[in-house]
């Protein structure tokens, strides 16, 4: 007889890192709550990954309390049960010093990094702690281990995730929950993209070196919730060969 099958929910799985995850998951047969603000790639996926495992979508923006909230609760009953929960919704928006940053860019990092993680963690938690089980992963970055010239702001939203993390360990511990989180260095996705709003140097950004993919991310992700019941992963910091720190990599 098989053991249930366990739900992941997967925020910002439309691309990237939490798209590999999606697919890394199906692959390990765990079943899927697919989330992001993109409702044609959300469908797009579903429709690849349901030959594989049962998967469901909920098209909505994490920064969104209400649409948060009511979204998750809008969950049909075989997918309520979430054992996963991945919070990999996250941006950075610009690359300016602190006197010269944009208060948009200020309030779309934090809104969606800081207050859209913990706004989809309050919706879930609550049925894990009731069932005193569950895992979280929240994925970081090596930003939130070291600061860098005109990181500021998403340096802090990303030290803020680490310190969350920490603080959810902390107070879930006595319910059996486990709280981890992935921090990778430069991943080759559409990030750089969208931190230099589509500018050319968003194309050289991997020039020269191999960063690592999406599917690197992934694999230690499904690691991390692949454990015996008695080990969690709390922290991973994860570079490609090419990286030293936050300001060092070897290029070609």
């Known amino acids: 007889m098989n053991k249930t099958k366990k739900v992941a929910l997967i925020t910002g799985a439309t691309s990237g890192i939490g798209h590999a995850t999606a697919f890394e998951f199906a692959k390990q047969g765990i079943d899927l709550v697919l989330c992001g603000r993109r409702l044609n790639r959300?469908?797009?996926i579903q429709k690849v990954l349901s030959k594989l495992i049962n998967v469901h979508i909920l098209n909505f923006d994490v920064r969104d309390?209400?649409?948060t909230f009511k979204a998750i609760e809008s969950l049909p009953d075989k997918f309520r049960r979430i054992d996963i929960l991945i919070n990999n919704a996250g941006n950075a928006h610009g690359l300016d010093s602190i006197d010269e940053g944009s208060l948009e860019d200020w309030d779309a990092m934090m809104d969606i990094n800081v207050k859209g993680l913990l706004?989809?963690?309050r919706a879930i938690i609550p049925g894990m702690t009731a069932r005193k089980?569950?895992?979280i992963i929240n994925i970081g970055s090596s930003a939130g281990k070291e600061v860098y010239p005109k990181g500021n702001v998403y340096c802090g939203?990303?030290?803020a995730v680490?310190?969350?993390?920490e603080g959810m360990r902390i107070d879930l511990n006595t319910y059996g929950i486990k709280v981890g989180a992935i921090n990778p260095g430069l991943v080759e996705t559409?990030?750089?993209k969208v931190r230099f709003k589509g500018d050319k140097i968003a194309n050289t950004v991997y020039q020269g070196y191999k960063a690592l993919q999406p599917e690197d991310?992934?694999?230690v992700i499904y690691f991390a919730v692949s454990r015996p019941a008695h080990v969690n992963i709390a922290d991973v910091l994860m570079f490609c060969t090419a990286q030293a720190s936050s300001t060092i990599v070897n290029k070609e």
């Open 42 to 44: 959300l469908e797009t």
């Open 65 to 67: 309390k209400q649409e």
């Open 119 to 121: 706004y989809v963690s």
């Open 133 to 135: 089980s569950g895992q």
């Open 157 to 159: 939203s990303k030290h």
């Open 162 to 165: 680490l310190a969350i993390t």
């Open 190 to 192: 559409e990030f750089s």
């Open 217 to 219: 991310v992934a694999e």
